[in-house]
Protein backbone atom coordinates (compact mmCIF):
# COMPACT_ATOMS: atom_id res chain seq x y z
CA UNK A 1 0.00 0.00 0.00
CA UNK A 2 2.97 2.73 0.98
CA UNK A 3 4.63 1.57 -2.59
CA UNK A 4 1.33 2.30 -4.26
CA UNK A 5 1.01 5.43 -2.76
CA UNK A 6 4.66 6.27 -3.06
CA UNK A 7 4.10 5.79 -7.03
CA UNK A 8 0.23 8.03 -6.97
CA UNK A 9 2.67 10.44 -5.35
CA UNK A 10 5.53 10.38 -7.64
CA UNK A 11 2.99 10.95 -11.03
CA UNK A 12 1.10 13.76 -9.27
CA UNK A 13 4.56 15.88 -9.02
CA UNK A 14 5.47 14.96 -12.25
CA UNK A 15 2.26 15.88 -14.07
CA UNK A 16 2.57 19.33 -12.06
CA UNK A 17 5.99 19.66 -13.21
CA UNK A 18 4.78 18.82 -16.89
CA UNK A 19 2.17 21.37 -16.39
CA UNK A 20 4.38 23.92 -15.52
CA UNK A 21 6.76 23.33 -18.47
CA UNK A 22 3.75 23.60 -21.03
CA UNK A 23 4.27 25.79 -23.77
CA UNK A 24 2.60 28.85 -24.29
CA UNK A 25 0.72 28.50 -27.40
CA UNK A 26 -0.82 32.25 -27.32
CA UNK A 27 0.08 34.07 -30.45
CA UNK A 28 0.94 38.05 -30.03
CA UNK A 29 0.56 39.91 -33.61
CA UNK A 30 3.31 42.84 -33.72
CA UNK A 31 1.80 45.50 -35.34
CA UNK A 32 3.34 48.96 -36.47
CA UNK A 33 1.10 51.96 -37.29
CA UNK A 34 0.91 55.67 -38.05
CA UNK A 35 -0.11 57.63 -34.47
CA UNK A 36 -3.40 58.45 -33.76
CA UNK A 37 -4.71 55.92 -37.04
CA UNK A 38 -6.88 53.58 -35.47
CA UNK A 39 -9.71 53.25 -32.43
CA UNK A 40 -7.31 51.14 -30.11
CA UNK A 41 -10.71 49.21 -28.81
CA UNK A 42 -11.06 47.34 -31.92
CA UNK A 43 -7.58 45.83 -30.95
CA UNK A 44 -9.49 44.62 -27.82
CA UNK A 45 -12.38 43.20 -29.81
CA UNK A 46 -9.82 41.26 -31.69
CA UNK A 47 -8.16 39.61 -28.83
CA UNK A 48 -11.62 38.89 -27.06
CA UNK A 49 -12.79 37.23 -30.56
CA UNK A 50 -9.53 35.56 -31.63
CA UNK A 51 -7.42 35.12 -28.39
CA UNK A 52 -4.85 36.63 -30.47
CA UNK A 53 -2.98 39.50 -28.38
CA UNK A 54 -1.73 42.34 -29.96
CA UNK A 55 1.25 44.38 -29.18
CA UNK A 56 0.99 47.64 -31.16
CA UNK A 57 3.84 50.14 -31.57
CA UNK A 58 3.41 53.72 -33.81
CA UNK A 59 5.60 55.68 -36.17
CA UNK A 60 5.82 59.00 -37.15
CA UNK A 61 6.66 59.00 -40.71
CA UNK A 62 7.54 56.17 -43.65
CA UNK A 63 11.03 57.19 -43.32
CA UNK A 64 10.93 56.45 -39.24
CA UNK A 65 8.69 53.02 -40.16
CA UNK A 66 11.32 51.79 -42.70
CA UNK A 67 14.13 52.47 -40.99
CA UNK A 68 12.86 50.72 -37.71
CA UNK A 69 12.15 47.90 -39.86
CA UNK A 70 14.96 47.36 -41.97
CA UNK A 71 17.14 47.57 -38.61
CA UNK A 72 15.41 44.29 -37.78
CA UNK A 73 14.82 45.58 -34.05
CA UNK A 74 11.78 43.92 -34.36
CA UNK A 75 9.55 41.27 -36.23
CA UNK A 76 6.24 43.51 -37.29
CA UNK A 77 3.56 41.44 -38.28
CA UNK A 78 1.29 43.77 -39.74
CA UNK A 79 2.41 47.45 -41.57
CA UNK A 80 0.26 50.87 -42.79
CA UNK A 81 2.95 52.07 -45.18
CA UNK A 82 1.77 54.91 -47.74
CA UNK A 83 1.79 54.08 -51.48
CA UNK A 84 5.35 55.15 -52.36
CA UNK A 85 6.71 53.51 -49.42
CA UNK A 86 4.85 50.02 -50.46
CA UNK A 87 6.34 50.28 -53.67
CA UNK A 88 10.03 50.81 -51.94
CA UNK A 89 8.97 47.54 -49.37
CA UNK A 90 7.87 45.58 -52.70
CA UNK A 91 11.04 45.70 -54.70
CA UNK A 92 13.36 44.96 -51.42
CA UNK A 93 11.57 42.29 -51.22
CA UNK A 94 10.15 43.07 -47.66
CA UNK A 95 6.84 42.03 -48.07
CA UNK A 96 5.14 38.85 -48.01
CA UNK A 97 2.06 38.17 -50.46
CA UNK A 98 -1.54 38.63 -49.07
CA UNK A 99 -3.09 34.83 -49.32
CA UNK A 100 -6.63 36.82 -50.28
CA UNK A 101 -8.63 33.51 -49.91
CA UNK A 102 -7.84 34.24 -46.03
CA UNK A 103 -9.35 37.83 -46.52
CA UNK A 104 -12.89 37.62 -47.66
CA UNK A 105 -13.86 41.52 -46.91
CA UNK A 106 -11.30 42.27 -49.59
CA UNK A 107 -14.55 42.56 -51.91
CA UNK A 108 -15.94 45.68 -49.77
CA UNK A 109 -12.89 47.46 -51.29
CA UNK A 110 -13.98 50.32 -54.00
CA UNK A 111 -12.47 49.05 -57.87
CA UNK A 112 -11.73 52.67 -58.04
CA UNK A 113 -8.46 51.74 -54.94
CA UNK A 114 -7.46 48.43 -56.64
CA UNK A 115 -4.92 47.92 -59.74
CA UNK A 116 -2.87 51.22 -57.99
CA UNK A 117 0.51 51.66 -59.68
CA UNK A 118 2.46 50.78 -56.26
CA UNK A 119 0.36 47.74 -56.12
CA UNK A 120 -0.62 46.94 -59.74
CA UNK A 121 -1.70 43.17 -59.38
CA UNK A 122 -3.13 43.84 -55.91
CA UNK A 123 -0.38 41.13 -54.00
CA UNK A 124 0.68 43.56 -51.56
CA UNK A 125 -1.53 45.11 -49.62
CA UNK A 126 -4.98 46.55 -49.10
CA UNK A 127 -5.93 50.28 -49.45
CA UNK A 128 -6.76 51.46 -45.63
CA UNK A 129 -7.90 55.00 -46.20
CA UNK A 130 -6.87 57.94 -48.38
CA UNK A 131 -7.08 61.58 -48.57
CA UNK A 132 -5.12 64.59 -49.77
CA UNK A 133 -2.73 67.03 -48.23
CA UNK A 134 -3.49 71.00 -48.06
CA UNK A 135 -3.41 74.17 -46.01
CA UNK A 136 -5.61 74.04 -42.80
CA UNK A 137 -6.22 77.41 -42.08
CA UNK A 138 -7.92 79.65 -39.36
CA UNK A 139 -10.84 81.61 -40.98
CA UNK A 140 -10.35 84.10 -37.65
CA UNK A 141 -6.72 85.46 -38.42
CA UNK A 142 -6.70 84.62 -42.17
CA UNK A 143 -8.94 86.72 -43.54
CA UNK A 144 -7.67 86.60 -47.08
CA UNK A 145 -8.59 83.61 -49.78
CA UNK A 146 -6.61 81.08 -49.13
CA UNK A 147 -6.21 79.02 -52.70
CA UNK A 148 -2.58 78.89 -53.26
CA UNK A 149 0.75 77.49 -51.60
CA UNK A 150 1.97 81.20 -51.55
CA UNK A 151 0.48 82.12 -48.34
CA UNK A 152 2.27 79.61 -46.70
CA UNK A 153 5.56 82.26 -47.55
CA UNK A 154 3.97 85.49 -46.48
CA UNK A 155 5.97 87.07 -43.73
CA UNK A 156 2.71 88.97 -42.40
CA UNK A 157 1.93 85.37 -41.10
CA UNK A 158 4.97 84.67 -39.70
CA UNK A 159 5.58 82.44 -36.83
CA UNK A 160 2.08 81.08 -37.36
CA UNK A 161 2.90 78.90 -39.86
CA UNK A 162 3.41 74.68 -39.12
CA UNK A 163 4.81 72.55 -41.40
CA UNK A 164 4.76 68.21 -41.94
CA UNK A 165 8.04 67.10 -39.97
CA UNK A 166 8.32 64.83 -43.46
CA UNK A 167 10.74 64.89 -46.01
CA UNK A 168 8.35 64.52 -48.91
CA UNK A 169 5.52 66.42 -47.98
CA UNK A 170 7.47 69.04 -46.58
CA UNK A 171 9.19 68.85 -50.06
CA UNK A 172 6.11 68.63 -52.36
CA UNK A 173 4.78 71.63 -51.15
CA UNK A 174 8.07 73.77 -52.69
CA UNK A 175 7.60 71.65 -55.39
CA UNK A 176 4.39 72.67 -56.03
CA UNK A 177 4.85 76.19 -55.32
CA UNK A 178 7.62 76.04 -58.14
CA UNK A 179 5.05 74.41 -60.16
CA UNK A 180 6.80 70.95 -60.21
CA UNK A 181 6.18 67.44 -59.92
CA UNK A 182 6.48 66.27 -56.35
CA UNK A 183 8.16 63.53 -57.88
CA UNK A 184 10.79 65.68 -59.17
CA UNK A 185 14.16 63.67 -60.03
CA UNK A 186 16.37 67.17 -61.34
CA UNK A 187 18.66 68.22 -58.89
CA UNK A 188 18.88 71.87 -59.95
CA UNK A 189 15.06 72.19 -59.17
CA UNK A 190 15.36 70.12 -55.88
CA UNK A 191 18.32 72.84 -55.03
CA UNK A 192 15.82 75.49 -55.65
CA UNK A 193 13.15 73.73 -54.04
CA UNK A 194 15.35 73.58 -50.44
CA UNK A 195 16.52 77.27 -50.98
CA UNK A 196 12.55 78.04 -50.84
CA UNK A 197 12.08 76.08 -47.80
CA UNK A 198 15.46 77.27 -46.35
CA UNK A 199 14.35 81.20 -46.95
CA UNK A 200 10.36 79.99 -45.61
CA UNK A 201 11.94 78.22 -42.22
CA UNK A 202 12.21 82.17 -40.40
CA UNK A 203 8.19 81.97 -40.97
CA UNK A 204 7.87 78.57 -39.57
CA UNK A 205 6.38 77.70 -35.75
CA UNK A 206 7.49 74.40 -36.22
CA UNK A 207 8.69 71.14 -37.74
CA UNK A 208 5.35 68.47 -36.48
CA UNK A 209 3.42 65.48 -37.18
CA UNK A 210 0.34 64.23 -35.09
CA UNK A 211 0.84 67.55 -33.10
CA UNK A 212 -0.32 69.89 -35.74
CA UNK A 213 -4.55 68.89 -35.18
CA UNK A 214 -3.57 70.54 -31.20
CA UNK A 215 -2.16 73.64 -32.45
CA UNK A 216 -4.53 73.96 -34.96
CA UNK A 217 -7.81 73.25 -32.76
CA UNK A 218 -6.05 75.25 -29.61
CA UNK A 219 -5.22 78.52 -31.82
CA UNK A 220 -1.83 78.17 -31.80
CA UNK A 221 -1.30 78.64 -35.28
CA UNK A 222 -2.98 80.19 -38.23
CA UNK A 223 -2.02 78.14 -41.04
CA UNK A 224 -0.83 74.48 -40.87
CA UNK A 225 -0.04 71.54 -44.04
CA UNK A 226 -2.34 68.99 -42.64
CA UNK A 227 -3.61 65.74 -44.36
CA UNK A 228 -6.99 66.14 -45.14
CA UNK A 229 -8.54 62.93 -42.53
CA UNK A 230 -6.64 65.47 -39.90
CA UNK A 231 -8.54 68.38 -41.16
CA UNK A 232 -12.06 66.44 -40.96
CA UNK A 233 -11.17 65.78 -37.31
CA UNK A 234 -9.77 69.24 -36.40
CA UNK A 235 -12.67 70.79 -37.98
CA UNK A 236 -14.97 69.30 -35.93
CA UNK A 237 -13.40 70.75 -32.70
CA UNK A 238 -12.75 73.96 -33.92
CA UNK A 239 -15.14 75.81 -36.22
CA UNK A 240 -13.30 78.31 -37.45
CA UNK A 241 -11.10 75.99 -39.48
CA UNK A 242 -11.25 75.30 -42.76
CA UNK A 243 -9.39 73.36 -45.50
CA UNK A 244 -8.33 73.58 -49.14
CA UNK A 245 -6.16 71.45 -51.77
CA UNK A 246 -4.11 74.78 -53.46
CA UNK A 247 -4.55 75.32 -57.32
CA UNK A 248 -1.11 74.29 -57.97
CA UNK A 249 -1.83 70.99 -56.86
CA UNK A 250 -0.82 68.54 -53.88
CA UNK A 251 -0.69 65.30 -53.43
CA UNK A 252 -3.19 62.17 -53.39
CA UNK A 253 -1.76 59.35 -50.95
CA UNK A 254 -3.43 56.13 -49.91
CA UNK A 255 -1.90 54.12 -46.98
CA UNK A 256 -2.55 50.44 -47.17
CA UNK A 257 -1.88 47.53 -44.68
CA UNK A 258 0.41 44.88 -45.56
CA UNK A 259 2.45 41.73 -43.94
CA UNK A 260 6.14 42.58 -44.16
CA UNK A 261 8.77 39.69 -44.67
CA UNK A 262 9.50 39.54 -40.64
CA UNK A 263 5.97 38.17 -39.24
CA UNK A 264 6.05 35.07 -37.99
CA UNK A 265 2.62 34.84 -37.87
CA UNK A 266 1.03 35.45 -41.36
CA UNK A 267 -1.98 33.87 -41.27
CA UNK A 268 -2.88 35.63 -37.77
CA UNK A 269 -1.99 38.53 -39.83
CA UNK A 270 -4.51 37.79 -42.64
CA UNK A 271 -7.21 37.36 -40.25
CA UNK A 272 -6.62 40.68 -38.53
CA UNK A 273 -6.53 42.44 -42.16
CA UNK A 274 -9.92 40.76 -42.51
CA UNK A 275 -10.90 42.00 -39.55
CA UNK A 276 -10.03 45.15 -39.93
CA UNK A 277 -12.36 45.13 -43.75
CA UNK A 278 -15.25 43.96 -41.39
CA UNK A 279 -17.91 46.51 -42.27
CA UNK A 280 -18.40 47.33 -38.40
CA UNK A 281 -15.02 47.13 -37.55
CA UNK A 282 -13.76 49.30 -40.64
CA UNK A 283 -16.70 52.13 -39.64
CA UNK A 284 -15.72 52.44 -35.99
CA UNK A 285 -11.96 53.36 -37.01
CA UNK A 286 -13.20 55.61 -39.48
CA UNK A 287 -15.61 57.27 -37.00
CA UNK A 288 -12.80 57.83 -34.76
CA UNK A 289 -10.38 58.86 -37.20
CA UNK A 290 -11.87 60.80 -39.75
CA UNK A 291 -10.00 59.94 -42.67
CA UNK A 292 -11.66 58.77 -46.04
CA UNK A 293 -12.49 55.29 -46.46
CA UNK A 294 -11.90 53.22 -49.49
CA UNK A 295 -14.98 50.59 -47.97
CA UNK A 296 -18.00 50.27 -49.60
CA UNK A 297 -20.09 49.30 -46.59
CA UNK A 298 -18.42 52.46 -44.59
CA UNK A 299 -19.55 54.67 -47.04
CA UNK A 300 -23.16 53.15 -47.23
CA UNK A 301 -23.71 54.39 -43.34
CA UNK A 302 -21.81 58.06 -43.57
CA UNK A 303 -23.79 60.51 -43.25
CA UNK A 304 -24.33 63.04 -46.22
CA UNK A 305 -22.51 65.85 -44.26
CA UNK A 306 -19.56 63.39 -44.46
CA UNK A 307 -20.00 62.33 -47.95
CA UNK A 308 -20.49 65.75 -49.18
CA UNK A 309 -17.69 67.38 -47.33
CA UNK A 310 -15.01 68.11 -50.03
CA UNK A 311 -12.16 68.07 -47.74
CA UNK A 312 -12.80 64.15 -47.43
CA UNK A 313 -14.48 63.28 -50.45
CA UNK A 314 -12.97 65.88 -53.17
CA UNK A 315 -14.62 66.71 -56.50
CA UNK A 316 -12.91 65.19 -59.78
CA UNK A 317 -11.63 68.21 -60.56
CA UNK A 318 -9.58 68.75 -57.51
CA UNK A 319 -8.28 65.25 -57.51
CA UNK A 320 -7.17 65.86 -61.07
CA UNK A 321 -4.51 68.18 -59.99
CA UNK A 322 -3.32 65.99 -57.56
CA UNK A 323 -0.24 63.65 -57.88
CA UNK A 324 0.57 60.21 -56.16
CA UNK A 325 4.18 60.18 -54.65
CA UNK A 326 6.25 57.29 -56.56
CA UNK A 327 9.52 55.36 -55.12
CA UNK A 328 12.49 57.25 -56.29
CA UNK A 329 14.65 54.93 -55.71
CA UNK A 330 18.11 54.55 -53.53
CA UNK A 331 19.82 57.39 -55.35
CA UNK A 332 17.40 60.00 -55.07
CA UNK A 333 16.05 59.15 -51.51
CA UNK A 334 19.62 60.19 -50.38
CA UNK A 335 19.46 63.18 -52.22
CA UNK A 336 15.98 64.54 -50.50
CA UNK A 337 16.94 63.44 -47.42
CA UNK A 338 20.67 65.42 -47.73
CA UNK A 339 18.65 68.17 -48.56
CA UNK A 340 16.22 67.94 -45.78
CA UNK A 341 19.16 67.33 -43.32
CA UNK A 342 20.08 70.89 -44.96
CA UNK A 343 17.19 72.52 -44.04
CA UNK A 344 16.51 71.19 -40.46
CA UNK A 345 19.95 72.06 -39.90
CA UNK A 346 19.76 75.90 -40.98
Known amino acids: MKRMFCLLLTLVIASSLFAGCKKDDTVTLNIYNWG???????????????????????????EIMYAKLKSGAQNYDVLFPSDYMIEKLIKEDMLLKIDFNNVPNYRYIEDNFKDLAYDPNNEY???????????????????????????LFDEKYAK???MQDSVRDTFAVALKKLKYSLNCIEENKLEEAKQLLINQKPLVSGY????????MVGNEAYLAVVYSGDAIFTKDLNSSLEYVVPKEGSNLWFDGVCIPNTSKHKKEAEMFINFLNRTDIALANVNFIGFST???GVKEQLPNEVINDKAAYPLDEILERCEVFIDLGPEMTKIY????TEIKSE
Open 337 to 340: NNKW
Open 208 to 215: VNDQVKDK
Open 294 to 296: PHT
Open 160 to 162: NIV
Open 125 to 151: SIPYMWGTLGILYNKDFVKEPVDSWDI
Open 36 to 62: DYIDEDVLNTFTEETGIKINYDKFDSN
